[in-house]
């Protein structure tokens, strides 16, 4: 199955998309940039978009207790990639990776172990950080995938709404 056809599956049950990331540490900002976009562009009553920043800890049991199967997470990673790079699947797949590179209070996997308990599945858009020093640009190449990334969301998005699909 293909990238698009797999957020397709996602999020076309009721599903919440989390961006994470400190907007002022460059690329760690990605998650933060792409929920703001998508919060903008998302019109789907079954979608839900929250811009968490740095403070995934404020919403993770809002979300646990929420009405959605299925819970997105975006976030830069360092796997040691080209910048850019990005990686996606279920969270619990991922291992050590949100570990290594957190700059939440609560990490990425503690979250996912609570929404797994609330029978949530959960999953990882990871894009690959090249700087996260202070500062508020991201690299070229992060926020040229984030854009793509936000693109091929709204597309898919769209291709799943009754309106848009043909059906015999």
């Avoid at 919440?16 to 562009?41: M, P």
């Avoid at 979608?47 to 929420?66: K, M, P, Q, T, W």
């Avoid at 299925?70 to 291992?95: C, E, K, M, W, Y």
């Avoid at 990490?107 to 609330?118: D, E, M, V, Y």
Wanted: hydrophobic residues 40%; charged residues 25%.
């Amino acid at each position: 199955m293909n990238f698009a056809a797999e957020i397709g599956n996602i999020l076309g049950s009721c599903a919440c998309i989390v961006g994470v990331g400190n907007a002022i540490r460059k690329d760690d900002g990605v998650g933060v940039y792409l929920a703001g976009s998508l919060q903008r562009l998302v019109r789907e009553p079954h979608v839900r978009v929250i811009n968490a920043e740095d403070i995934l800890e404020s919403y993770a049991f809002e979300i646990a207790d929420g009405p959605c199967e299925a819970v997105l997470l975006i976030d830069a990673v360092h796997t040691n990639s080209d910048p850019g790079t990005v990686l996606f699947g279920q969270l619990d797949d991922f291992g050590a990776i949100m570990e290594d590179f957190s700059t939440h209070k609560l990490s990425l996997r503690l979250a996912g172990k609570i929404w797994k308990n609330a029978g949530k599945k959960t999953y990882l858009l990871g894009i690959e950080a090249g700087d996260i020093d202070f500062g508020s640009d991201m690299t070229p190449a992060v926020k040229k995938s984030a854009d793509m990334l936000r693109d091929c969301i709204i597309s898919t998005l769209h291709s799943t709404r009754k309106e848009y699909v043909y059906e015999q």
